[in-house]
């Protein structure tokens, strides 16, 4: 349903699965899992498979803490977009690589949830993408003491407000691993 013409592809978009990002990541585990399974079968499929990866002040290009997980390998002919901000189209490459690879439809994982997946997915959409959000494929970090919800409720409340997701030509949703369907 893509707004962007001739834009008949799907990606699989991995969103700062970085060791610093990730390492109180509620489920991380089971989550980083999830998303390797994801990787692995888009890649089997012919899905592009897209890594964007955040560097910042206090996460330094180039550290041990900005390194993508160990348990994830980005292959060489794989992009990779470097970002400084929560939004991955923001002041980046990433609407260069996907209209090179005809993409209108994203699948998205990855981390934080309430700040560069959320951002990510609203950028995506506002921009004429469709964006699917894998419901058991993204997580955060406790972030209480400054105010916030529980990591468990961020990501049920995001996987909720994103499966009604909507816009003209446009739309949202969200699946479980298990369902993804990279042609839908």
Known sequence: MTTLDNRPNTALLVVDVQNAVVEDGYRRDAVVANIGGL??????????????QHSDDELVRGSEEWRIVGELKRE?????????????????????????RGVGRL??????TDACIRSTLHGAIVRGYDATLVGDAHTTGDKTEWGGIAPELAIAHTNRYWRYHVAPGRKGGTVMTEDVDFNA
């Open 39 to 52: 990787v692995g079968r888009a890649r089997r499929e012919g899905v592009p498979v897209v890594w964007v």
């Open 76 to 100: 060489e002919a794989e992009p990779l977009v470097e970002k400084s901000y929560g939004d991955s189209f923001e002041d980046t490459d990433l609407e260069k690589v996907l209209a090179e």
């Open 107 to 112: 699948v998205v994982v990855g981390a934080e």
